[in-house]
């Protein structure tokens, strides 16, 4: 690895993720750690968890006998990325209006480098820069989890609203009695099989869902069917808009992709441009690969 690192943060609502990656972008092999943030905490407990979890990356560069320059953080939005400030209410509302940036400067150094780029984003941007998006300039990322993720490429640049958030989003599309992500999230699915298993299971996780699936359970497979049908149906006419050519599913829930792969190739298979679906290539890692290849565009001197 070269001598220069970067801090990667990926900022959840439970936890905070950090990696280190050289100047080239090389994730440091085994390096990886957690930290525990409470997002509906005081402004002190927030922040003490985010300098812990930088502190703990200046570290281990030191570990490794490398110098870190900067930092790369994903976090979930509203969020202003372009100026580092939190914009949430719903979580992280005590850091509301911040400046994080000055802020992570004060502790690391004022000549410390920093950048923000909203989680979806960051998964979008680390499979096109090393993942199942590369090669492809129209890429779509879904993510499937607590909520429902959307961002997209054009001519191979994302595409950012003002804020840097991603440029469109489908979570609040209306469906059924309520929106989209009623229907395809981890709730949509726990609903979904709810109502095709008859059991009422209320600390149902979607993992046992998808090992259910993996046994031959029925409802459990038909859940996966259902959902992945209504999700190709919401997004047939945006993919085909957009001229998306690669379509990668992220989040944990597509662990379980096998399940849905044959009702979203069927329920896609009028978008014309579309070559490929797949889920991302770096379930774990994609975020801090895109934070990183965000910090490298606006920091092109860290090569």
């Not at 990926?10 to 930290?35: C, H, M, N, P, Y």
């Not at 259910?212 to 959902?227: H, S």
């Given at each position: ?41 005081s402004r002190g407990e927030i922040l003490e968890s985010l300098e812990f979890s930088l502190r703990q990356g ?100 994302i595409q950012y609203s003002s804020t840097a958030s991603p440029a469109r989003s489908i979570y609040k599309t ?130």
């Open positions: 690895m070269t001598d220069k690192s970067v801090v990667l943060l990926d900022v959840g609502g439970t936890f905070v993720k950090g990696g280190l990656a050289d100047s080239a972008g090389e994730l440091a092999e085994g390096v990886i750690w957690q930290v525990p943030i409470h997002s509906e905490g200046i570290e281990k560069s030191k570990e490794l006998g490398m110098i870190a320059v900067g930092l790369a953080a994903t976090f979930p939005g509203p969020f202003d990325y372009n100026a580092g400030v939190p914009m949430m209410t719903h979580k992280f509302e005590s850091i509301y209006g911040l400046d994080l940036k000055e802020w992570f400067r004060e502790v690391a150094g004022k000549d410390f480098k920093v950048s923000f780029v909203h989680d979806v984003n960051a998964q979008l941007s680390g499979e096109m820069f090393r993942g199942a998006g590369m090669g492809y300039k129209n890429v779509c990322v879904i993510t499937l989890g607590t909520g429902l993720g959307f961002a997209f490429s054009i001519d191979g640049k209306p469906y059924g009695d309520g929106v989209l992500e009623d229907y395809v999230s981890k709730r949509g699915f726990l609903r979904a099989y709810r109502e095709l298993s008859g059991k009422d299971e209320p600390d149902l996780a979607v993992k046992e869902i998808g090992r259910r699936a993996g046994a031959g359970e029925a409802a459990a497979l038909k859940t996966f069917t259902q959902v992945a049908a209504t999700l190709a149906k919401a997004v047939s006419p945006i993919l085909s808009e957009i001229g998306t050519e690669c379509l990668l599913l992220g989040g944990q829930i597509s662990r379980s992709y096998i399940f849905m792969e044959k009702a979203l190739t069927e329920g896609l298979a009028d978008v014309e441009s579309l070559r490929h679906i797949s889920p991302v290539a770096h379930i774990e890692e994609a975020a801090l690969y895109g934070a990183f290849a965000t910090f490298a565009r606006q920091y092109p001197e860290i090569k």
